[in-house]
């Protein structure tokens, strides 16, 4: 199985980013998915999850409002709309998969991507 992640980089503060992960594994509606996050010094953390037909999603509270995970299980991939971006945003961004929502919420991951670089500069 795997997971790949693209669409990181470096933007400023206040900008915006659209990460995307396609998945290998099949089906994709047996998943649910998120994105997790570590930036530097700190454990990796999570940023969003949705289960597998995207009617319940969660938030870290400080990227609610900001931050946006979206599916599309047609296309095999997951999606995280990124907006008005802060410099504490800055990490690997890491998406995942795993047999349930409520494990996923939990850090049960049992698919992790490689991970995509996003940096935002002050």
């Known amino acids: 199985v795997e997971l790949a992640e693209s669409g990181g980089g470096l933007v400023q503060a206040g900008g915006s980013l659209r990460l995307s992960c396609t998945m290998s594994?099949?089906?994709?509606?047996?998943?649910?998915m998120a994105w997790f996050r570590r930036a530097p010094g700190k454990e990796r953390e999570s940023v969003a999850s949705?289960?597998?037909?995207?009617?319940?999603?969660y938030y870290k509270e400080s990227v609610k409002a900001r931050f946006t995970i979206s599916r599309d299980n047609a296309k095999n991939s997951v999606f995280l709309q990124m907006s008005s971006l802060k410099p504490e945003d800055t990490a690997v961004y890491y998406c995942?998969?795993?047999?349930?929502?409520?494990?996923?919420?939990?850090?049960?991951?049992?698919?992790w991507g490689q991970g995509t670089q996003v940096t935002v500069s002050s």
């Open positions: 995942a998969a795993a047999g349930s929502f409520t494990r996923i919420v939990g850090g049960d991951v049992d698919y």
């Open positions: 594994v099949r089906p994709a509606e047996a998943y649910a």
């Open positions: 949705i289960n597998w037909n995207g009617d319940r999603v």
